[in-house]
């Protein structure tokens, strides 16, 4: 017969295990009892398919011990990786444990793990900024393949309580820039923190090109220095404070120079990563210094009048009283022995000679034929008169000639009498005499010269009045008022020494005559004379009355007379202004706190570096250009105007722009593109623009020689050595410039075209 599996009955059940039969196979599972290793059995019977059962049959069962996993644990702190060994602990007791069967059944939440194949070893790692607890799970098997339990580890992730602080290199100016605050640690146990110890950033770091290098003082003070003892960023410890399970660490950042930032990138901040290590726990202040990158603002001007010119009416009158002769100027007399002062009328006589000698350098500065100045002199006491070459009576005169006056007024040649019975003018002060003199010179000027007139030009007009006294004497001494009254004088006539002016008369006449009237006081008995000054100063130019100090000057020490008037007088009438400030003071252009490293112009086209390093212009261009020393460039622009700049630290941003006599048509506009590049090498790019349709056009261009590529210079007319093509045109020859290339053949033709248009 055949044996019927389904027939399997148990007899005799296991000791230390259960049973599971298939009824359809009759196959037996045997389940050991937790923790049972050793020999267990049971017995069964079977029947055939008569229904025969068979005699009882035993089984023996071998159980093996599987591996124990134990639960584990570690420690780590927070980003920081940690390895743990979670074998070490886990038995076998019948064989040995396989380390590369490790698997992990349960994974951590807030991090990662990477098992060690060959030793089972596992490697935790917290997610970013995670501090607390976490836990996995793992089984193992042994050499026989048997599998542990699961075993759970748990993770403590301590907080490093990091901070972030930032500092920002453009408050540098202004001195070193701080910033404070507190680390707070776990420190459930209130234990002591002991040392603080503040470690050095990985990150290299450099200030200026030089490394820094970090030195600890026995402060617990970390700093940083670069070789030459300069101090770049410090970083300060303060008192920890521990209370309730919680530790307190202060700290102080102190950045007192700038550091190097990566050029190379479009990031400007730098991440300086300080760890803090005390007995309870570690930190982390991750101080952030910002770039202070240069900056820089579009800015515009405008041409106001046509050309580079000087045109000036110069109106002085000086007090001849003679108090003028007391020797209290202030101003030593190198003619005098034991320290005696020079006379009040000799200072002032030096003090108008140094202002004509400005207004001569001004006249010179500008091209022949775009100048003139014209010199109206008089002098006071009580008459007042025109001051003369010797039998002349010239009422306006050439600067030459007035400072030859003024040599003459020096030595008493030319001096007018005192003696009111020789034709003198008396020793007394008459204000209104004084200003009636000025308003005769204009209705009644003798001789063939007159104030300048020019079409169109700009013409200043200032009046200087030069006195040591109150007035004591009036125009009409029986009537009148001392100094100019208030409003209108009473029977006011125009330009006569008998009758009274009044400041509204004056203003009238200044108004009239777009003239500025500077009133000056000097010597000591001009302590009270302001409130006389007054009446007589006044702009015409402008119609203001500012009575302050640009225009109402008392001066007991007369020592800063000569610089005084030669401030006031103008300028020639090119663009002045600056890149770097606005009209209103505020700054436009910087370099930040990194400092300056190179400053690049580019004008039509053609680019010049200034170098802070070498304190050097360089070009490649074939434009006129001159170096003038400290920083200063000067540039001849394709229309023939000049423009210059300071380039240097000193005065860094000033510029001024001299029109040319002429421009194409077609131009309306000159571009100075300017780039400032810091240390750093950080750069910032802006324009500015000069408006130039007020300059005279002289048609449009139709190709510029400055674009033309043909090569003239190979013909023997543009090389001359004597400059033929100058000769030709009838031109002076051009100044060979410093640092530059010689007048090249487009400003050869150029400037004939400019001044021979039958010929080009």
């Not at 048509?665 to 007020?694: C, P, R």
């Given at each position: 017969g055949t044996i019927d599996p389904t027939t399997v009955e148990i007899t005799k059940q296991p000791s230390n295990g259960t049973l599971t039969v298939n009824p359809e196979t009759g196959k037996v599972t045997y389940t050991p009892n937790d923790g049972f290793s050793g020999a267990d059995e049971f017995e069964y019977t079977v029947k055939d398919n008569d229904g025969n059962p068979s005699n009882p049959a035993t089984v023996v069962i071998d159980v093996e011990a599987p591996p124990v996993a134990v639960d584990d644990s570690g420690r780590t702190k927070q980003g920081v990786g940690v390895e743990i060994n979670i074998l070490e602990n886990d038995t076998d007791v019948d064989g040995t444990i396989d380390p590369t069967t490790v698997v992990i059944t349960e994974q951590p939440k807030h991090g990662t793990l990477d098992i060690n194949k060959d030793t089972g070893k596992v490697t935790y790692t917290p997610e970013p900024g995670y501090s607390g607890q976490d836990n996995f799970k793992y089984t193992v098997k042994d050499n026989d393949g048997n599998v542990s339990n699961p075993a759970n580890v748990i993770i403590d992730i301590t907080g490093m309580g990091t901070v972030n602080e930032t500092v920002k290199e453009v408050d540098l100016p202004a001195g070193p820039v701080v910033a404070t605050g507190e680390i707070i640690l776990d420190n459930p146990n209130d234990a002591d923190v002991g040392t603080i110890v503040i470690n050095p950033p990985q990150t290299e770091l450099t200030s200026g090109g030089q490394p820094v290098t970090w030195t600890t003082t026995p402060e617990g003070v970390l700093v940083g220095s670069t070789p030459d003892g300069k101090e770049v960023v410090n970083v300060k410890p303060g008192t920890p404070v521990t209370e309730n399970g919680k530790t307190t660490v202060p700290y102080e950042v102190e950045l007192k120079a700038p550091v190097d930032h990566d050029s190379s990138t479009s990031d400007k901040t730098l991440d300086l990563d300080f760890g803090i290590t005390t007995n309870v726990g570690d930190s982390n202040l991750v101080v952030t210094v910002e770039d202070d990158a240069s900056g820089s603002t579009d800015t515009e001007a405008t041409v106001i009048v046509a050309e580079n010119t000087f045109y000036a009416n110069v109106v002085i009158s000086l007090d001849f009283s003679t108090s003028m002769e007391q020797r209290d100027s202030g101003i030593k007399d190198p003619a005098q022995q034991n320290g005696i002062q020079k006379k009040r009328y000799d200072a002032a006589l030096d003090a108008i000679d140094t202002m004509l000698d400005k207004y001569q350098e001004q006249l010179d500065s500008v091209a022949p034929g775009k100048g003139e100045v014209q010199v109206n002199l008089s002098g006071f006491a009580e008459f007042a008169t025109q001051l003369n070459l010797k039998d002349q009576k010239e009422t306006w005169v050439s600067l030459s000639d007035a400072k030859t006056i003024v040599a003459g007024l020096r030595d008493w040649?030319?001096?007018?009498?005192?003696?009111?019975?020789?034709?003198?003018?008396?020793?007394?002060?008459?204000?209104?005499?004084?200003?009636?003199?000025?308003?005769?010179?204009?209705?009644?000027?003798?001789?063939?010269?007159?104030?300048?007139?020019?079409?169109?030009?700009?013409?200043?007009?200032?009046?200087?009045?030069?006195?040591?006294?109150?007035?004591?004497?009036?125009?009409?001494?029986?009537?009148?008022?001392?100094?100019?009254?208030?409003?209108?004088?009473?029977?006011?006539?125009?330009?006569?020494?008998?009758?009274?002016?009044?400041?509204?008369?004056?203003?009238?006449?200044?108004?009239?005559?777009?003239?500025?009237?500077?009133?000056?006081?000097?010597?000591?008995?001009?302590?009270?004379g302001e409130k006389y000054l007054k009446p007589i100063a006044y702009d015409g130019q402008k119609g203001e009355n500012p009575d302050g100090t640009s225009d109402v000057i008392v001066l007991k020490d007369m020592s800063?007379?000569?610089?005084?008037?030669?401030?006031?007088?103008?300028?020639?009438?090119?663009?002045?202004?600056?890149?770097?400030?606005?009209?209103?003071?505020?700054?436009?252009?910087?370099?930040?706190?990194?400092?300056?490293?190179?400053?690049?112009?580019?004008?039509?086209?053609?680019?010049?570096?200034?170098?802070?390093?070498?304190?050097?212009?360089?070009?490649?261009?074939?434009?006129?250009?001159?170096?003038?020393?400290?920083?200063?460039?000067?540039?001849?622009?394709?229309?023939?105007?000049?423009?210059?700049?300071?380039?240097?630290?000193?005065?860094?941003?000033?510029?001024?722009?001299?029109?040319?006599?002429?421009?194409?048509?077609?131009?309306?506009?000159?571009?100075?593109?300017?780039?400032?590049?810091?240390?750093?090498?950080?750069?910032?790019?802006?324009?500015?623009?000069?408006?130039?349709?007020?300059?005279?056009?002289?048609?449009?261009?139709?190709?510029?020689?400055?674009?033309?590529n043909s090569p003239l210079d190979d013909l023997d007319v543009f090389n001359a050595v004597d400059h033929t093509i100058d000769s030709f045109a009838k031109t002076p020859d051009a100044v060979a410039p410093t640092n530059s290339s010689n007048i090249s053949v487009s400003q050869h033709l150029e400037q004939l075209s400019a001044d021979q248009s039958n010929l080009i």
């Open positions: 040649s030319l001096r007018p009498e005192w003696d009111l019975d020789r034709g003198g003018i008396g020793v007394n002060t008459n204000y209104d005499r004084a200003l009636q003199e000025v308003v005769n010179s204009y209705l009644n000027p003798q001789g063939n010269n007159g104030p300048v007139k020019v079409d169109g030009a700009h013409i200043d007009n200032t009046f200087y009045f030069i006195s040591d006294g109150e007035p004591n004497y009036a125009a009409n001494p029986h009537t009148g008022e001392l100094g100019i009254q208030e409003g209108n004088a009473k029977d006011y006539k125009p330009g006569n020494q008998y009758s009274e002016i009044g400041e509204s008369d004056w203003t009238k006449f200044l108004k009239e005559q777009n003239m500025k009237s500077i009133a000056i006081g000097i010597g000591p008995q001009m302590g009270n800063s007379l000569a610089d005084i008037l030669s401030g006031m007088v103008p300028e020639t009438t090119s663009v002045k202004g600056s890149i770097s400030h606005d009209a209103d003071g505020k700054q436009i252009a910087h370099f930040g706190a990194d400092g300056a490293g190179k400053m690049i112009l580019e004008v039509d086209g053609q680019s010049y570096t200034y170098d802070y390093a070498t304190g050097k212009i360089t070009s490649t261009s074939g434009a006129e250009w001159t170096d003038m020393g400290n920083g200063v460039l000067e540039v001849k622009t394709s229309i023939g105007s000049s423009f210059q700049l300071h380039m240097s630290e000193n005065e860094f941003g000033k510029y001024e722009y001299k029109p040319g006599a002429g421009r194409p048509s077609d131009v309306k506009q000159e571009e100075f593109k300017y780039t400032l590049v810091d240390k750093d090498g950080d750069s910032s790019s802006s324009t500015l623009v000069i408006n130039v349709e007020a300059i005279p056009a002289t048609g449009a261009r139709a190709m510029s020689a400055l674009k033309m």
